[in-house]
């Protein structure tokens, strides 16, 4: 604890330095907020929503793993120290992406972007997220949840972010494994180790976000080709891109179907994933067989559902099943 303590001062430390010389060098570029926007712009930093979808899949392993529903304590400090860790991945993202999102409709009020926030502060408020998010889990829970969660932003800040994005067409599939991780550390945080189920329940969210974040591309076609993001709409063209959605969603409910099979849940999770498989199946096959971005738009809706979902059917089935 006295060496995770000393790195995180040091952490912190060199946090304000960097942060000090950027603000001295840009404070005259950016006008002040008052303290409300300015607390709405760091919430927004943190993709709250997406944040919120992340834990309850890291809730979802905890219970799994655990077999049971984990106490009061260990529940708050899982899902803070995974909620600094999202939110702080999300605001590097945003940093490194602040000239990128300025071309997207979707992305050009976000305040780096917008100019409301200077670049420096971004920077300094990511890092510090993840610094405390580190620091917490490693203290509060287990250093293999801290790991994990830590893996997970190097996942996604750096081989993402700096080096997929807008390098390859595939930038989504292999990305993909960022959010995917929160459930693992989850399991970790319960069992202090991980086994094979745990792998199963990374493996239905790496499944699940091509299609997801396809649908959305379809939709935002000409927000990626303006940005120079190689989405798969944008590169192979919808044609394609939609097939793939129904290919990838195909691998995903056989994904889900085949852990009950295995002896790896119950009855619950097994009732679930075939009522819920099929909506999003027939979601999927709809976004395949007809064109335009109404049907694109509603399997991007339903998916994310579907993930809320088929991860609170897991935890019951854990629990009940």
Not at 20 to 46: G, K, N
């Amino acid at each position: 604890m006295h060496t995770l303590s000393g790195a995180a001062l040091w952490c912190a430390l060199l946090g304000l330095v960097i942060f000090s010389a950027l603000y001295a060098r840009d404070a005259v570029a950016f006008p002040r907020f008052d303290w409300r926007q300015r607390a709405r712009d760091f919430l927004t930093l943190t993709k709250p929503v997406v944040a919120a979808l992340l834990l309850v899949t890291t809730y979802a392993g905890m219970v799994a793993g655990g077999g049971t529903w984990p106490s009061l304590e260990l529940t708050f400090w899982t899902l803070l120290g995974g909620f600094l860790a999202a939110g702080g991945s999300s605001a590097l993202n945003q940093y490194i992406d602040r000239d990128l999102d300025k071309n997207m409709q979707r992305t050009a009020g976000r305040p780096l972007a917008a100019g409301r926030m200077m670049p420096a502060e971004g920077l300094a408020f990511g890092l510090a997220l993840l610094v405390i998010s580190f620091y917490l889990l490693a203290g509060f829970v287990n250093l293999l949840a801290a790991w994990l969660a830590l893996a997970g932003m190097v996942y996604y800040v750096f081989l993402y972010s700096l080096l997929l994005k807008k390098a390859t067409v595939q930038n989504i599939v292999i990305g993909g494994g960022a959010g995917a991780i929160p459930p693992l550390v989850g399991w970790a945080a319960a069992t202090g180790s991980l086994s094979i189920p745990a792998l199963f329940l990374f493996a239905i969210v790496f499944l699940w976000t091509p299609p997801h974040f396809w649908a959305l591309a379809i939709v935002r076609r000409k927000d990626y080709a303006r940005a120079g993001v190689p989405m798969l709409p944008v590169v192979r063209g919808e044609k394609q891109t939609r097939t793939q959605i129904f290919v990838y969603t195909l691998e995903l409910v056989g994904l889900t179907l085949l852990m009950p099979l295995l002896g790896y849940t119950g009855s619950i999770f097994l009732v679930s994933a075939l009522v819920l498989g099929g909506a999003l199946l027939y979601a999927a096959w709809r976004t395949w067989r007809q064109a335009g971005n109404k049907v694109a738009w509603q399997m991007y809706r339903w998916s994310s559902l579907y993930l809320f979902f088929i991860f609170a059917a897991l935890a019951l089935d854990a629990v009940r099943g």
